[in-house]
Protein backbone atom coordinates (compact mmCIF):
# COMPACT_ATOMS: atom_id res chain seq x y z
CA UNK A 1 0.00 0.00 0.00
CA UNK A 2 0.90 3.61 -0.24
CA UNK A 3 0.69 5.82 2.47
CA UNK A 4 1.98 9.65 2.74
CA UNK A 5 3.58 9.40 6.02
CA UNK A 6 5.46 7.43 7.93
CA UNK A 7 5.44 8.49 11.29
CA UNK A 8 8.54 6.60 13.00
CA UNK A 9 7.84 6.46 17.00
CA UNK A 10 4.04 6.33 18.56
CA UNK A 11 4.82 8.86 21.45
CA UNK A 12 3.04 11.80 22.03
CA UNK A 13 4.62 13.34 19.42
CA UNK A 14 4.32 11.18 16.55
CA UNK A 15 0.43 10.39 17.91
CA UNK A 16 -0.65 13.87 17.55
CA UNK A 17 1.25 14.24 13.97
CA UNK A 18 -0.32 11.08 13.11
CA UNK A 19 -4.27 12.40 14.30
CA UNK A 20 -3.50 15.42 12.77
CA UNK A 21 -2.61 13.96 9.60
CA UNK A 22 -5.36 11.62 9.22
CA UNK A 23 -8.05 13.97 10.37
CA UNK A 24 -7.08 15.96 7.42
CA UNK A 25 -7.18 13.10 4.68
CA UNK A 26 -3.65 11.85 4.79
CA UNK A 27 -2.50 8.10 5.24
CA UNK A 28 -0.21 7.55 8.09
CA UNK A 29 1.80 4.23 9.08
CA UNK A 30 2.97 3.85 12.90
CA UNK A 31 6.07 2.14 14.05
CA UNK A 32 8.08 2.02 17.17
CA UNK A 33 10.95 -0.06 18.11
CA UNK A 34 9.46 -0.35 21.54
CA UNK A 35 6.76 -3.22 22.20
CA UNK A 36 3.81 -1.10 23.23
CA UNK A 37 2.86 2.86 22.49
CA UNK A 38 2.92 5.95 23.89
CA UNK A 39 6.71 6.30 24.49
CA UNK A 40 7.93 8.04 27.64
CA UNK A 41 4.36 8.41 28.90
CA UNK A 42 3.04 4.80 28.89
CA UNK A 43 1.19 3.56 32.07
CA UNK A 44 0.16 0.32 32.85
CA UNK A 45 -2.45 -1.15 34.95
CA UNK A 46 -1.33 -3.30 37.99
CA UNK A 47 -3.47 -4.30 41.21
CA UNK A 48 -5.91 -0.98 40.45
CA UNK A 49 -3.30 1.20 40.34
CA UNK A 50 -1.85 3.37 36.67
CA UNK A 51 2.30 2.47 37.02
CA UNK A 52 3.90 5.05 35.26
CA UNK A 53 6.89 2.73 33.68
CA UNK A 54 9.39 5.58 32.97
CA UNK A 55 9.01 7.95 35.70
CA UNK A 56 6.61 10.78 36.77
CA UNK A 57 4.24 12.73 34.37
CA UNK A 58 2.00 14.91 35.81
CA UNK A 59 0.36 17.63 32.92
CA UNK A 60 0.63 20.75 33.24
CA UNK A 61 0.50 23.71 30.97
CA UNK A 62 -0.88 27.66 30.92
CA UNK A 63 -1.25 27.24 26.62
CA UNK A 64 -5.31 27.02 27.05
CA UNK A 65 -5.79 25.66 23.38
CA UNK A 66 -3.15 22.28 24.58
CA UNK A 67 -5.49 21.91 27.65
CA UNK A 68 -8.45 22.02 25.67
CA UNK A 69 -7.11 19.74 22.89
CA UNK A 70 -5.72 16.91 25.43
CA UNK A 71 -9.22 16.86 26.89
CA UNK A 72 -10.89 15.18 23.59
CA UNK A 73 -8.64 12.22 24.68
CA UNK A 74 -8.87 12.04 28.65
CA UNK A 75 -10.40 13.31 31.26
CA UNK A 76 -8.18 14.65 33.90
CA UNK A 77 -8.66 14.47 37.58
CA UNK A 78 -7.29 17.69 39.75
CA UNK A 79 -4.06 16.12 41.08
CA UNK A 80 -1.31 18.99 41.98
CA UNK A 81 2.36 18.53 42.05
CA UNK A 82 3.46 18.76 45.73
CA UNK A 83 6.74 16.90 45.91
CA UNK A 84 8.49 16.15 49.45
CA UNK A 85 12.28 16.60 49.69
CA UNK A 86 14.37 14.72 51.99
CA UNK A 87 17.23 15.40 52.90
CA UNK A 88 18.94 12.82 55.94
CA UNK A 89 16.14 12.46 58.26
CA UNK A 90 14.75 16.02 57.57
CA UNK A 91 11.62 16.96 54.71
CA UNK A 92 10.63 19.78 52.91
CA UNK A 93 8.00 21.26 50.84
CA UNK A 94 8.89 21.43 46.89
CA UNK A 95 9.41 23.56 45.07
CA UNK A 96 11.37 26.53 47.39
CA UNK A 97 8.54 28.34 49.32
CA UNK A 98 7.80 29.25 53.72
CA UNK A 99 6.68 25.92 54.32
CA UNK A 100 10.74 25.16 52.95
CA UNK A 101 12.11 28.00 54.93
CA UNK A 102 9.78 27.91 57.89
CA UNK A 103 11.19 24.30 58.47
CA UNK A 104 14.53 25.15 57.46
CA UNK A 105 15.16 27.89 59.92
CA UNK A 106 12.28 27.91 62.27
CA UNK A 107 11.31 31.04 61.16
CA UNK A 108 7.62 32.31 60.47
CA UNK A 109 7.53 35.24 58.07
CA UNK A 110 8.61 36.02 54.78
CA UNK A 111 10.99 38.91 55.41
CA UNK A 112 12.69 36.45 58.13
CA UNK A 113 13.26 34.31 55.21
CA UNK A 114 14.45 37.03 52.68
CA UNK A 115 16.77 38.46 55.16
CA UNK A 116 18.58 34.61 55.93
CA UNK A 117 18.48 34.04 51.88
CA UNK A 118 20.47 37.50 51.13
CA UNK A 119 22.65 37.08 53.92
CA UNK A 120 23.90 34.20 52.31
CA UNK A 121 24.12 35.17 49.05
CA UNK A 122 26.43 38.55 50.63
CA UNK A 123 28.53 35.37 52.52
CA UNK A 124 28.56 33.16 49.22
CA UNK A 125 30.87 37.07 47.71
CA UNK A 126 30.21 35.20 44.16
CA UNK A 127 29.69 38.36 41.48
CA UNK A 128 30.34 35.91 38.35
CA UNK A 129 29.62 32.31 38.53
CA UNK A 130 32.16 29.97 36.83
CA UNK A 131 30.26 26.80 37.47
CA UNK A 132 26.84 25.22 38.78
CA UNK A 133 27.80 25.60 42.69
CA UNK A 134 28.52 29.11 42.41
CA UNK A 135 25.52 30.12 40.34
CA UNK A 136 22.97 28.42 42.78
CA UNK A 137 24.97 29.99 45.99
CA UNK A 138 24.91 33.45 44.11
CA UNK A 139 20.96 32.50 44.10
CA UNK A 140 19.72 30.50 46.82
CA UNK A 141 22.85 30.82 49.68
CA UNK A 142 24.18 27.72 51.54
CA UNK A 143 21.38 26.08 53.32
CA UNK A 144 19.37 25.56 50.63
CA UNK A 145 21.70 24.75 48.10
CA UNK A 146 23.49 21.95 50.66
CA UNK A 147 20.82 20.28 51.76
CA UNK A 148 18.06 20.19 48.26
CA UNK A 149 20.31 21.27 44.91
CA UNK A 150 23.88 20.08 45.58
CA UNK A 151 23.64 16.13 45.77
CA UNK A 152 20.41 15.57 43.72
CA UNK A 153 21.53 17.98 41.24
CA UNK A 154 24.96 16.17 40.94
CA UNK A 155 23.35 12.55 40.77
CA UNK A 156 20.83 13.84 38.00
CA UNK A 157 23.94 14.81 35.87
CA UNK A 158 26.42 12.47 37.29
CA UNK A 159 29.26 14.55 38.15
CA UNK A 160 29.75 17.54 40.68
CA UNK A 161 28.08 21.08 40.84
CA UNK A 162 31.38 22.39 40.02
CA UNK A 163 31.78 20.54 36.68
CA UNK A 164 28.74 21.86 35.54
CA UNK A 165 28.23 24.61 33.79
CA UNK A 166 26.57 27.77 35.47
CA UNK A 167 23.82 28.17 32.58
CA UNK A 168 21.78 25.07 34.03
CA UNK A 169 20.28 26.82 36.81
CA UNK A 170 19.52 30.44 34.99
CA UNK A 171 17.13 31.17 38.37
CA UNK A 172 15.82 29.39 41.42
CA UNK A 173 12.31 30.65 42.11
CA UNK A 174 11.26 31.16 45.18
CA UNK A 175 7.92 31.57 46.37
CA UNK A 176 7.43 33.71 49.78
CA UNK A 177 3.75 32.18 50.51
CA UNK A 178 2.57 28.70 51.80
CA UNK A 179 2.30 27.51 48.43
CA UNK A 180 3.45 23.41 47.96
CA UNK A 181 2.02 23.65 44.15
CA UNK A 182 5.02 22.94 42.23
CA UNK A 183 3.83 24.27 39.02
CA UNK A 184 2.52 27.84 38.24
CA UNK A 185 -0.01 26.79 35.27
CA UNK A 186 -3.49 27.22 35.54
CA UNK A 187 -4.25 23.83 33.98
CA UNK A 188 -2.88 20.96 35.70
CA UNK A 189 -3.86 17.07 36.62
CA UNK A 190 -3.77 13.00 35.78
CA UNK A 191 -5.39 11.63 33.02
CA UNK A 192 -7.80 9.24 34.47
CA UNK A 193 -7.28 5.77 33.27
CA UNK A 194 -3.44 6.53 32.68
CA UNK A 195 -1.67 8.18 29.86
CA UNK A 196 -1.74 5.21 27.40
CA UNK A 197 -5.15 6.03 26.83
CA UNK A 198 -4.46 9.05 25.55
CA UNK A 199 -1.96 7.83 22.61
CA UNK A 200 -4.82 5.24 21.94
CA UNK A 201 -7.68 7.29 21.34
CA UNK A 202 -4.81 9.84 19.61
CA UNK A 203 -3.88 6.98 16.86
CA UNK A 204 -7.19 5.83 16.71
CA UNK A 205 -7.30 3.32 13.47
CA UNK A 206 -4.42 4.15 12.06
CA UNK A 207 -1.83 1.08 11.56
CA UNK A 208 0.78 0.70 14.42
CA UNK A 209 3.66 -2.02 14.01
CA UNK A 210 5.53 -1.94 17.39
CA UNK A 211 9.09 -3.38 17.71
CA UNK A 212 10.49 -2.09 14.40
CA UNK A 213 13.90 -1.07 14.49
CA UNK A 214 13.71 2.11 11.94
CA UNK A 215 17.15 1.92 10.13
CA UNK A 216 16.74 -1.76 9.77
CA UNK A 217 13.28 -2.34 8.74
CA UNK A 218 12.76 1.17 6.42
CA UNK A 219 15.00 1.54 3.19
CA UNK A 220 14.84 4.85 1.25
CA UNK A 221 13.99 3.73 -2.53
CA UNK A 222 14.18 6.40 -5.76
CA UNK A 223 10.44 6.52 -6.72
CA UNK A 224 8.49 5.49 -9.18
CA UNK A 225 7.72 8.69 -11.03
CA UNK A 226 11.33 9.10 -11.49
CA UNK A 227 11.56 11.99 -9.70
CA UNK A 228 12.74 12.01 -5.49
CA UNK A 229 12.60 9.16 -3.32
CA UNK A 230 10.41 6.87 -1.31
CA UNK A 231 10.60 5.09 1.72
CA UNK A 232 9.96 1.61 1.72
CA UNK A 233 8.65 -1.27 4.43
CA UNK A 234 7.97 -4.55 4.05
CA UNK A 235 5.83 -3.61 0.53
CA UNK A 236 4.45 -0.56 1.68
CA UNK A 237 5.65 2.82 0.36
CA UNK A 238 5.98 6.53 2.23
CA UNK A 239 5.85 9.99 0.89
CA UNK A 240 7.21 10.90 4.04
CA UNK A 241 8.92 10.10 6.99
CA UNK A 242 8.25 11.96 10.74
CA UNK A 243 11.26 11.13 12.47
CA UNK A 244 11.28 11.11 16.71
CA UNK A 245 13.82 8.87 16.75
CA UNK A 246 17.65 10.32 18.04
CA UNK A 247 18.78 12.35 15.32
CA UNK A 248 22.37 11.42 15.51
CA UNK A 249 21.43 7.91 14.64
CA UNK A 250 19.37 8.88 12.12
CA UNK A 251 22.29 10.46 10.04
CA UNK A 252 24.90 7.05 11.59
CA UNK A 253 26.61 9.69 14.10
CA UNK A 254 28.97 10.96 10.80
CA UNK A 255 29.57 14.05 13.34
CA UNK A 256 29.60 11.45 16.46
CA UNK A 257 27.02 10.74 19.05
CA UNK A 258 25.17 13.50 20.80
CA UNK A 259 25.24 13.14 24.64
CA UNK A 260 22.64 11.90 26.56
CA UNK A 261 21.23 11.05 30.34
CA UNK A 262 19.42 7.76 31.28
CA UNK A 263 17.47 6.61 33.73
CA UNK A 264 16.87 3.35 35.02
CA UNK A 265 13.48 2.39 37.43
CA UNK A 266 13.11 -0.76 40.15
CA UNK A 267 9.67 -1.09 40.29
CA UNK A 268 8.48 -3.14 43.94
CA UNK A 269 5.23 -4.27 44.78
CA UNK A 270 3.97 -4.17 48.41
CA UNK A 271 0.58 -5.88 48.77
CA UNK A 272 0.49 -5.61 52.62
CA UNK A 273 1.43 -1.71 52.89
CA UNK A 274 -1.34 0.75 52.03
CA UNK A 275 0.58 3.83 52.22
CA UNK A 276 4.27 3.46 51.86
CA UNK A 277 5.39 7.83 51.81
CA UNK A 278 2.14 9.30 51.67
CA UNK A 279 3.09 11.62 48.54
CA UNK A 280 2.90 10.60 45.25
CA UNK A 281 6.73 12.28 44.60
CA UNK A 282 9.48 12.34 47.41
CA UNK A 283 12.91 13.82 46.43
CA UNK A 284 15.92 12.87 48.13
CA UNK A 285 18.58 14.81 47.80
CA UNK A 286 21.82 13.54 49.93
CA UNK A 287 24.45 12.68 46.73
CA UNK A 288 24.91 9.43 48.98
CA UNK A 289 21.26 7.92 48.46
CA UNK A 290 21.91 6.52 44.70
CA UNK A 291 18.18 6.91 43.16
CA UNK A 292 16.62 10.48 42.66
CA UNK A 293 13.16 10.07 44.15
CA UNK A 294 10.54 7.06 44.69
CA UNK A 295 7.27 7.13 43.04
CA UNK A 296 4.29 6.08 44.69
CA UNK A 297 1.96 5.45 41.90
CA UNK A 298 -1.46 4.78 43.40
CA UNK A 299 -1.65 8.94 44.93
CA UNK A 300 -1.65 10.29 41.37
CA UNK A 301 -5.55 9.37 41.37
CA UNK A 302 -5.38 9.99 45.24
CA UNK A 303 -5.35 5.85 46.11
CA UNK A 304 -8.22 4.62 44.13
CA UNK A 305 -9.46 2.70 41.61
CA UNK A 306 -9.86 4.34 38.27
CA UNK A 307 -12.46 2.43 36.82
CA UNK A 308 -14.36 1.38 40.28
CA UNK A 309 -13.41 4.41 42.83
CA UNK A 310 -12.91 2.10 45.33
CA UNK A 311 -9.43 2.36 47.43
CA UNK A 312 -6.50 0.31 46.15
CA UNK A 313 -5.12 -2.27 48.71
CA UNK A 314 -1.34 -2.42 48.67
CA UNK A 315 0.93 -0.27 47.26
CA UNK A 316 3.59 0.10 44.21
CA UNK A 317 7.11 2.49 44.27
CA UNK A 318 9.09 3.02 41.75
CA UNK A 319 12.64 4.00 42.48
CA UNK A 320 14.43 6.49 39.89
CA UNK A 321 18.08 6.66 39.31
CA UNK A 322 20.16 8.36 37.35
CA UNK A 323 22.41 6.89 34.44
CA UNK A 324 25.32 7.57 32.16
CA UNK A 325 23.63 7.40 28.71
CA UNK A 326 25.26 4.56 26.89
CA UNK A 327 24.38 2.86 23.56
CA UNK A 328 21.75 0.13 23.84
CA UNK A 329 20.56 2.18 26.37
CA UNK A 330 17.16 4.33 26.27
CA UNK A 331 18.29 8.19 26.04
CA UNK A 332 16.02 10.17 28.48
CA UNK A 333 17.48 14.18 28.77
CA UNK A 334 19.50 15.46 25.86
CA UNK A 335 23.19 17.37 27.15
CA UNK A 336 22.21 20.54 25.70
CA UNK A 337 25.91 22.13 26.75
CA UNK A 338 27.59 24.21 24.25
CA UNK A 339 29.65 21.21 22.58
CA UNK A 340 26.20 18.96 21.93
CA UNK A 341 24.61 21.96 20.71
CA UNK A 342 27.38 22.50 18.36
CA UNK A 343 27.13 18.69 16.98
CA UNK A 344 23.16 18.99 16.73
CA UNK A 345 23.53 22.10 14.79
CA UNK A 346 25.42 20.30 12.36
CA UNK A 347 22.94 17.14 11.92
CA UNK A 348 20.29 19.99 11.82
CA UNK A 349 22.00 21.29 9.00
CA UNK A 350 21.75 18.01 7.36
CA UNK A 351 17.80 17.66 8.28
CA UNK A 352 17.01 20.88 6.65
CA UNK A 353 18.60 18.85 3.51
CA UNK A 354 16.08 15.66 4.04
CA UNK A 355 13.25 17.31 2.17
CA UNK A 356 11.36 13.98 2.62
CA UNK A 357 11.89 13.42 6.04
CA UNK A 358 10.66 15.50 9.25
CA UNK A 359 12.50 15.86 12.85
CA UNK A 360 10.09 16.17 16.17
CA UNK A 361 10.01 15.33 19.55
CA UNK A 362 13.09 15.50 22.53
CA UNK A 363 15.19 13.57 20.59
CA UNK A 364 14.68 14.53 16.61
CA UNK A 365 14.99 17.93 17.74
CA UNK A 366 17.60 17.45 20.60
CA UNK A 367 15.66 19.11 23.55
CA UNK A 368 13.68 18.40 26.59
CA UNK A 369 9.63 19.11 26.36
CA UNK A 370 7.32 19.15 28.75
CA UNK A 371 3.99 17.37 27.73
CA UNK A 372 2.27 20.48 26.73
CA UNK A 373 5.10 21.97 24.84
CA UNK A 374 5.28 18.57 22.67
CA UNK A 375 1.76 18.19 21.98
CA UNK A 376 2.15 21.99 21.00
CA UNK A 377 5.16 21.44 18.75
CA UNK A 378 3.69 18.89 17.20
CA UNK A 379 0.19 20.35 16.25
CA UNK A 380 2.28 23.48 14.89
CA UNK A 381 4.39 20.97 12.79
CA UNK A 382 1.59 19.41 12.00
CA UNK A 383 -0.14 22.58 10.43
CA UNK A 384 2.85 23.38 8.70
CA UNK A 385 3.00 21.00 7.06
CA UNK A 386 -0.61 21.01 6.16
CA UNK A 387 -0.06 24.70 5.03
CA UNK A 388 -2.24 26.45 7.91
Given at each position: MQFDYLIVGAGLYGAVFAHEMEKAGKKCYVIDRR?????NIYTEKKNGINVHRYGAHIFHTSDKEVWKYVQNFAEFNNYINCPVARYKDELYNLPFNMNTFSKMWNIQTPAQAMEIIEKQ????????????EEQALSLAGRDVYTKLIKGYTEKQWGRDCTELPSFIIKR????????NNYFNDPYQGIPVGGYTKIVERLLGDIP?????????????????????????MN???????????????????????????????????????????????????????????????????????????EPVRGTIITREYPATWEKGMEPYYPVNNDQNNAVYEKYHALALEKKNVLFGGRLGLYKYFDMDKVIRASLDAAAEELGK
Open positions: DHIAGRREAAVENPQNLLPFRFTFDVELGVDFKKAVKEIPAQSGEGTVFEGNTFEKVLYTGMIDEFFDDCYGPLEYRSLRFESEELPDVDNFQGNAVVNYTEREVPFTRIIEHKFFEFGKDSETG
